[in-house]
């Protein structure tokens, strides 16, 4: 959305490890929109994916914790520094918006590997990737349809695709519409018909709130089953 590049990036991030040096910070812009900060030790907080907070009012989701406060003081620093960057200034006088604040989310400690389920990982999202070479799962580019994925070579085992369309839609019902009309027809459809014709022997659906949806080859001839509309299945906790 910034349009930021490597440069700008390598330079808002070689200011902040310069200003918070005394707290042994260490920050890696290992992209223009991927930056790692290490810290000594625990940062005490809660905090909030961006795709939550996207198009709300922040101040529900701003860091919170036993140090939570003291996050609020550090994005108030983290402003200061870069409204006085020459970062900034080259960009507004190109007529770019400034880069103005950061959104601090994710922390943790790297979890040990583990004997986890095995699965040829499909994804164009640096999480799952990440998550798919700590377990030592095969991992790929998630393709841009079912189709093109159906027309890989053939591969024994099962396969996790990580379709994360959604996560952009945020409150928008007509954004959310659309992306679930362009899901429905670029993957759902054509995985469908995949099954039906026995290229695959199962579907499983995680809309990632600890819920699965499993549909096999036989469980489509199911007829008698009673048919419910989407809200219904949206609204089951």
């Known amino acids: 959305t910034l349009s930021l590049s490597q440069a700008e990036a390598d330079t808002l991030a070689a200011e902040i490890n310069g200003f918070f040096a005394q707290d ?19 940062p005490h907080m809660r905090t909030h994916e961006l795709a939550e907070v996207r198009g709300r009012a922040i ?15 550090v994005l108030n620093e983290v402003q200061m520094l870069f409204h006085a960057s020459p970062v900034n200034a080259e960009r507004q006088a190109r007529g770019q918006p400034a880069v103005n604040s950061l959104w601090f989310w ?21 999480l799952g ?28 085992g099962e ?3 990580m379709l ?10 007509q954004v959310w519409q659309q992306a679930m009309t362009q899901w429905q027809s670029q993957w759902l459809e054509p995985l469908l018909a995949a099954l039906r014709r026995g290229d695959i022997s199962q579907l499983t659906l995680y809309p990632a709130d600890g819920r699965c949806f499993s549909l096999t080859r036989a469980g489509l001839k199911r007829w008698w089953r009673r048919r419910r ?3 219904e299945f949206l609204s089951l906790r």
Not at 59 to 73: D, F
Not at 109 to 125: A, D
Not at 133 to 139: A, C, F, S, T
């Open 24 to 42: 042994d910070w260490r920050i890696e812009a290992r992209t223009p929109t991927r930056w790692y900060l290490h810290l000594p030790g625990d």
């Open 106 to 126: 994710g922390g943790g400690l790297m979890p040990t590997p583990g004997s986890g389920h095995r699965w040829q990982v499909w994804s164009n999202e640096p």
């Open 164 to 173: 994360d369309e959604f996560r952009e839609s945020g409150e928008d019902p």
């Open 159 to 161: 396969h996790l695709l």
């Open 129 to 156: 990737l990440g998550l798919a070479q700590l377990g030592g799962n095969p991992r790929a580019a998630l393709p841009d349809t079912a189709q093109h994925w159906l027309e890989q070579p053939p591969q024994e």
């Open 59 to 73: 101040t529900p989701y701003l860091p919170k914790g036993p140090q939570g406060k003291q996050w609020h003081r």
């Open 229 to 231: 509309p989407l809200a």
